[in-house]
């Protein structure tokens, strides 16, 4: 969580943070600010609330310099305020950071013994003490003062340091939280994230674990905690800053959600092999013949993306994959090892809980293949392999894009599989690959087709409960276009197997609730269509998600919203397309954050 910035060279500093902020403000919102090192040390503006609250302040007065440090907040350890705010000045240090240190509380305890005052509640202040510490004991310079303090901590983080006293230079520290180095023509940057810096370099290192950096206007010098020197390669970023920009759309989330078609063909593309009836996995081996399982671990919308993955793989392999949310999964003991596959799927590829997962399988001795979106992330690091997902940076809250494009990256695994295992027989992989190239025009057409939902909205704004309802393939659809409703129309929502309305939930329903049914057709269409007259013998308001032209479905909903017909297996690409429409719709009918939903971030790296 957090989004960290940080600038040397010959321009003002202040417009060059703010503009990487912005790019950041997705990390967190809860508060914002930058210090700048002037010719009377660094002046430090913070607010409390998102950047648009920092730019104010520095319209009304400027900090002046050519070096600083901005921080962007998601809240852990103090609540959003103005103190707890970073950066966090003591004596001449500037601090700020990403991630959580772990034994704050008996360096804290142990810092106050010496006399030291905190003003913040952040575990952030302790390393801002721990440096100014070190530089008044003495440490020859600011990295080695920096060193000193992390001999001390424990926890993630990604730290960036300024003092008055050194006013040339920023340092910085790498451990489990991501951190970027930006290498301009006589001028560095920091940043949590590549988008924060790519209007003024392309050049980037991403900084490895345990890294330590020292920055000046000329570039950087790499070490470890103890000063040896490490070699990290700078490399070159192909896509352009407009990439990360809105393109025209209102939010970022309705243009992701208008990209997936380019998602899905830039994540297939030079892996579905048409003519070999084959998905090739770069290079990535599997064993099949000693393939006990497959074991799926993700959280929030991977998850669901995992939970469709199991369908894909069992159907095409006919191996057994279990899917497990990654918080769970690595606090259980789990039976995991040799013999098993761990898929973990991850769009940041920062998510600590799948992170730790990762781990832990790996101890056990199973082996990892990570699916993400962002390159040389930790978690793809710290995997066997990785297959990753080409959507382009998603800056919406709310994963759309990445949901799809994990999609075809489990498509592309389950005919890999099912060839080798020999499972799936050369016609049906023809016919699998041919859908699956399919299946961008079809979402192309689909997205065309459901137009922007504004009547709907307007609506069922006003709802107070949401259910959703499917079955095979789309019961994890169901889950998804539920949480996509909660997470930015803050409408209660839940998503359930349609079979198992009649075990309970069937209670809730009454003519205040609108149901949404995913009932295209295919294997289950029927029974789904018996779940829906279930629903509406009780009155229930039924929007029903169904194949184009289905005028069985039409009769018996208050309203269809239509997909193209395509084979179960593939049908999430395109029943989950009307569900992130309208929670989108009536997000922005509440007049909500879309692309910031409240108490959110983007990429959840605390446990
Ligand atoms: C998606 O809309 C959510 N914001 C959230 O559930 C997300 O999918 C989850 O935090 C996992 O993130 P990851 O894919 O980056 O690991």
């Excluded at 409960?465 to 409408?491: H, V």
Aim: charged share 25%.
């Amino acid at each position: 969580m957090c989004g960290i910035v940080g600038y040397v060279g010959p321009k003002q500093a202040t417009p060059i943070l703010l503009g990487g902020l912005r790019r950041l403000e997705y990390r967190g919102y809860d508060s914002a600010g930058v210090a700048v090192v002037g010719s009377r040390g660094a002046q430090v503006l913070r607010c409390r609330g998102k950047l648009a609250g920092l730019e104010a302040m520095v319209q009304r007065e400027m900090p002046e310099g050519t070096l600083g440090i901005g921080h962007t907040r998601w809240a852990t350890h103090g609540r959003p305020s103005e103190a707890n705010a970073h950066p966090h000045k003591v004596g001449s240090v500037s601090v700020v950071h990403n991630g959580i240190i772990e034994n704050y509380l008996p360096l804290r305890a142990r810092l106050e013994t010496s006399g030291r005052k905190f003003s913040s509640e952040t575990d952030t202040e302790i390393v801002a003490h721990l440096i100014d510490e070190s530089l008044l004991g003495g440490a020859p310079s600011l990295v080695e003062a920096l060193r000193v303090a992390l001999r001390q901590v424990h926890g993630a983080y990604a730290l960036v340091a300024i003092s008055d006293k050194h006013p040339g230079e920023i340092v910085a520290a790498k451990n489990a939280s991501p951190l970027v180095l930006g290498l301009g023509k006589g001028e560095t940057f920091l940043a949590s994230d590549v988008p924060a810096i790519l209007e003024h370099t392309r050049e980037v290192v991403f900084l490895d674990e345990g890294d330590v950096v020292q920055v000046t206007a000329d570039g950087a010098t790499i070490t470890d905690v103890e000063g040896k020197p490490r070699q990290r390669p700078a490399r070159s970023i192909e896509w352009d800053a407009a990439a990360a920009e809105k393109g025209g759309y209102p939010h970022f989330m309705l243009k992701e959600i208008h990209e997936q078609p380019r998602a899905i063909t830039d994540t297939l593309r030079g892996r579905l092999l048409l003519e070999d009836r084959d998905a090739d996995l770069e290079g990535f081996e599997v064993d099949v013949r000693n393939l006990r399982r497959v074991l799926i671990i993700a959280c929030g919308t991977s998850y669901h993306a995992g939970l469709v993955g199991k369908f894909m793989i069992e159907g095409t392999a006919r191996v057994p994959v279990e899917v497990d949310l990654a918080s769970e999964f690595r606090y259980r003991d789990p039976v995991v090892g040799a013999g098993d596959l761990v898929i973990a799927i991850s769009q940041s590829g920062e998510t600590a809980d799948t992170l730790a997962a990762v781990k832990e399988a790996r101890a056990r001795g199973a082996r990892v293949l990570a699916i993400s979106n962002v390159v040389d992330s930790a978690i793809p690091r710290s995997s066997n392999g990785v297959l990753y997902t080409h959507a382009g940076p998603e800056i919406g809250v709310a994963s759309t894009k990445c949901f799809t494009a994990q999609l075809a990256a489990l498509s592309l695994i389950a005919i890999h599989l099912g060839r080798r295992t020999g499972k799936l027989a050369p016609d049906a992989a023809a016919k699998l690959v041919e859908e699956l190239a399919l299946t961008p025009t079809k979402m192309t057409e689909a997205l065309e087709a459901l137009g922007d939902m504004k009547q709907l909205a307007r609506e069922y704004r006003y709802a107070k409960d949401f259910l959703f309802l499917g079955r095979g393939t789309n019961y994890p659809i169901a889950l998804e276009g539920a949480l996509k409703l909660k997470e930015i129309s803050y409408i209660h929502a839940e998503g359930y197997a349609a079979g198992e309305m009649k075990h309970g939930p069937i209670a809730l329903v009454d003519d205040g609730v609108p149901v949404v049914v995913l009932a295209p057709q295919g294997p289950g269409y029927e029974k789904v269509l018996s779940n829906l007259a279930e629903v509406r013998a009780r009155n229930g308001e039924i929007i029903g998600v169904g194949t184009k032209g289905d005028q069985q479905l039409a009769n018996l909903c208050d309203r269809v919203l239509s997909i193209p017909d395509a084979p179960a297996l593939l049908q999430p690409f395109l029943t989950v397309l009307p569900l992130q429409l309208m929670s989108y719709a009536i997000a922005v009918a509440k007049g909500n954050d879309v692309d910031q939903p409240r108490n959110l971030a983007k990429s959840v790296t605390v446990e």
